[in-house]
């Protein structure tokens, strides 16, 4: 690590790779986060039907994503907006994970609704907003559940680790980091998608990175693009949305790609896959002559 990051990173010693220290792989099922496999997690911003859930569980399920994504809890910048379906939409989400074999993956808000979200997620996602909500980080570090941990709206990489930290302190191992863009002076683009965070995590820490290019990019034109970059840059997977009809959907509509769009983005994605797959087996090879 450079003398930069040394000053930046090494107080969070939980998180911080050593020399030589194996990459943590989250083990959700058989799905491996951080094992190498690039790890597709889809669906809608929030879960407003059965049928919508449903219909989009079963439509990612087939073009390859492994994790479906659904917000149950929601939280809205707006007391007027649609605020999620709590609890039913907990049940909706079982119901498509028994369908699909999908594991699921859902916003917890409030630490008084861990152990509620717990029973139906194989992994609770904190978003971007609790990044820094210490007594929420607290509770899931104690949920046992896989934890996916969004990026603040205005979080260094430094503060990500830091809260990062503060899970696998309350003895939970399995956190997976999630790059969703940042707030600059630019507004072309819903946030900043910060493309140099996932090289910088993955040379830093040995925790899994994700990269959500959804709400990195604010437009459903760029979502595909950002997620190629994502996987050439070393990614562990992406969280996608995805809507039936994304006109008409209830949270985040403009950034959501169709069930075609999201076969398009799966079927451009393969060749940079395959490159990646690759360049691992030429590493392998040269660490085993090497020896
Ligand atoms: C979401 O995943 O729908 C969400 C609200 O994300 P973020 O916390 O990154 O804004
Ligand atoms: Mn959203």
């Not at 058989?30 to 859930?53: L, N």
Request: charged share 20%; glycine share 8%.
């Amino acid at each position: 690590m450079n003398a930069h990051w040394i000053q930046c990173f090494s107080q969070f010693n939980l998180v911080v790779r050593a020399d030589n220290q194996p990459r943590t792989i989250v083990r959700v099922g058989d799905i491996e986060i951080g094992g190498g496999d690039f790890v597709v997690m889809a669906g809608p911003c929030s879960v407003e039907s059965e049928r919508q859930t449903l219909d989009t569980a079963v439509a990612v399920a087939k073009h390859g994503a492994r994790v479906l994504r659904g917000g149950a809890f929601k939280p809205r910048s707006s007391p007027y907006a649609f605020q999620g379906l709590g609890k039913a939409g907990l049940i909706i989400l079982a119901k498509a994970r028994e369908i699909t074999g999908l594991a699921i993956v859902t916003e917890v808000m409030s630490e008084r609704d861990v152990e509620l979200v717990s029973e139906y997620a194989d992994i609770l996602q904190i978003g971007a907003r609790s990044m820094e909500n210490y007594s929420l980080l607290e509770a899931v570090g104690r949920s046992g559940r896989p934890v996916l941990l969004k990026r603040g709206l205005m979080a260094k990489l430094e503060d990500l680790l830091r809260s990062a930290q503060f899970i696998l302190e309350c003895g939970n191992p399995d956190v997976i980091l999630c790059e969703r863009g940042i707030r600059t002076f630019e507004t072309a683009t819903r946030n900043t998608f910060d493309i140099a965070a996932v090289p910088v995590l993955n040379a830093v820490s040995h925790l899994p990175v994700v990269v959500d290019p959804s709400h990195a990019a604010g437009i459903r034109e760029i979502v595909p693009i950002l997620a190629r970059a994502s996987a050439a840059v070393g990614a562990d997977g992406l969280i996608v949305e995805v809507h039936p009809a994304p006109q008409q959907a209830l949270s985040d509509g403009e950034q959501s790609l169709t069930f075609s769009g999201f076969s398009d983005m799966m079927h451009d994605l393969e060749p940079y896959l395959s490159l990646r797959r690759s360049l691992a087996d030429a590493e392998l090879l040269a660490t085993q002559g090497g020896r």
